[in-house]
């Protein structure tokens, strides 16, 4: 089992920034891949950005390219995701996830095996 805890979250202007975390624990050696993902109130949970365990690469939903930034240390089992220039349409629950596939379906919720509590990002305007 992985345990994931995220924190970071709160209410921050339009233009503003935040930085969530998430700290994994746990057999953290079987996860393949990291990501984020949020839901706004009656909307589906949405990807938003993933990074490989191995060799670090990074994808992006293209409604946070350029304002997001995912960065992972192995050796604290944490992964770091930084939010700039942030939007009113940016509110939403933020869960981390991990992968525990070698396949690694980035983008596919139902791909990651383990889930975050939530971290509740406001941006007002």
């Known amino acids: 089992q992985v345990q994931l805890v995220e924190s970071g979250g709160g209410l921050v202007q339009a233009g503003g920034s935040l930085r969530l975390s998430c700290a994994a624990s746990?057999?953290?050696?079987?996860?393949?891949?990291m990501g984020w993902f949020r839901q706004a109130p009656g909307k589906e949970r949405e990807f938003v950005v993933a990074i490989k365990k191995s060799g670090g690469n990074t994808y992006y939903a293209d409604s946070v390219k350029g304002r997001f930034t995912i960065s992972g240390d192995n050796a604290k089992n944490t992964v770091y995701l930084q939010m700039n220039s942030l939007k009113p349409e940016d509110t939403a629950v933020y869960y981390c996830a991990a992968d525990a596939s070698p396949t690694f379906r980035y983008g596919n919720p139902h791909s990651y095996d383990y889930w975050g509590q939530g971290t509740q990002v406001t941006v007002s305007s």
């Open positions: 746990g057999r953290t050696f079987s996860i393949y891949g």
